[in-house]
């Protein structure tokens, strides 16, 4: 475990719970607000999360060899994490141009 410094590994996993807070935090703000278009912003960010716990995982195991194709599957969940939240910052501002529309 020592391919990273211990304030890079603070930096790491409180960005990871930091980024598991704001998916709940946003699921709950759908909940509250009766907008379904935020849960669709919660889902969208899962790729990016998943992306986070390959690098984590990987540094983790001392980035070994064996464990490579995390890097190929955080790259990978990068790119779909993009798509995915700017897709749902699309349907968070289409559903609130239909909202002020229907108003």
């Keep these: ?12 996993v ?7 807070a704001a998916i709940w935090l946003v699921w709950t703000y759908g909940d509250i607000s009766s907008d379904r278009s ?7 960010m899962l790729p990016a999360l998943i992306g986070a716990m390959c690098a984590c995982t990987w540094h983790f195991f001392d980035n070994i060899s064996a464990l490579s194709w995390l890097v190929t599957l955080q790259a990978a969940m990068t790119v ?6 700017c897709a749902a ?6 559903s609130s141009k239909i909202s002020v529309n229907n108003e």
């Design 1 to 12: 475990m020592n391919a990273l410094s211990i304030p890079t590994w603070i930096v790491h």
């Design 80 to 85: 779909l994490g993009n798509f995915t939240l």
């Design 14 to 20: 409180s960005s990871v719970v930091e980024w598991i």
């Design 89 to 94: 910052g699309w349907w968070l501002w289409r």
């Design 38 to 44: 935020w849960r669709m912003l919660s889902w969208g």
